[in-house]
């Protein structure tokens, strides 16, 4: 149980275009949804937590206009990087939390802007 | 400020025991966890600590002391397949988890 997917595994992508990037929680309803960003060798970022039906709290220094979080149901979320710049090239991860504690880790979104 | 300290990296033997520590300031404190992530893959769960002591799993324990913000990772018979770093993470009392940077083990024959 407790199984989380993303889509797409890995994406390439032009430089200034958009790329959607995809949640789900498999076999349970998470309240609560994190998106991380974890460059090579260093540790994961919040980026922003997400609660199904309301607006995305974002970390300190996360652009919310350019990183669009959308959390529209209890099993989805989705995370959309806009004008996509190859600074933005990394590791993206989400995870979903069912109750108060553990996260429950996607396996990850590696994508690369050129 | 909130902060968790773990070594950068670690160096061991197959078959040896390591020991991981992580020390933790935090604001409110609702649980420790431990994640192994293997390169260029997500974190994968390994245990959670909420009370004092040591919890147990096969090969793999881990340790809390609550009044000194201590926890540490036990590994036994380390096998090459344990080289990975162990993420070590706390849920403050907005039940935010706050990541350590992790402790990068390597493993040698």
């Known amino acids: 149980g407790a199984v989380v997917s993303q889509h797409p595994s890995w994406v390439i992508c032009k430089s200034g275009t958009s790329v959607k990037i995809e949640c789900r929680s498999l076999?349970?309803?998470?309240?609560?949804m994190f998106w991380y960003r974890q460059f090579p060798k260093q540790s994961l970022m919040l980026m922003a937590t997400s609660n199904e039906g309301s607006k995305a709290t974002y970390e300190q220094g996360v652009e919310k206009d350019k990183f669009l979080i959308n959390h529209a149901s209890l099993t989805l979320s989705t995370l959309t990087v806009t004008s996509a710049h190859p600074e933005d090239s990394s590791f993206y991860i989400c995870?979903?939390?069912?109750?108060?504690?553990?996260?429950?880790f996607g396996p990850g979104t590696r994508l690369t802007v050129t | 400020g909130q902060n968790i300290d773990q070594p950068t990296e670690m160096t061991a033997t197959e078959g040896a025991i390591v020991q991981i520590n992580c020390t933790y300031q935090t604001s409110g404190f609702n649980g420790l966890f431990w994640y192994q992530q293997h390169a260029g893959e997500a974190p994968t769960f390994l245990s959670y600590n909420v009370l004092d002591g040591l919890e147990e799993k096969g090969r793999f324990s881990s340790f809390l002391s609550r009044s000194k913000g201590y926890s540490y990772l036990l590994l036994k018979e380390l096998q090459m397949k344990d080289s990975a770093s162990y993420l070590c993470?706390?849920?403050?009392?907005?039940?935010?988890?706050?990541w350590g940077a992790g402790t990068k083990l390597i493993i040698k024959p």
């Open positions: 995870s979903a939390r069912q109750g108060d504690y553990e996260q429950y």
């Open positions: 993470a706390v849920v403050d009392s907005n039940y935010q988890l706050i």
């Open positions: 076999d349970f309803q998470a309240t609560t």
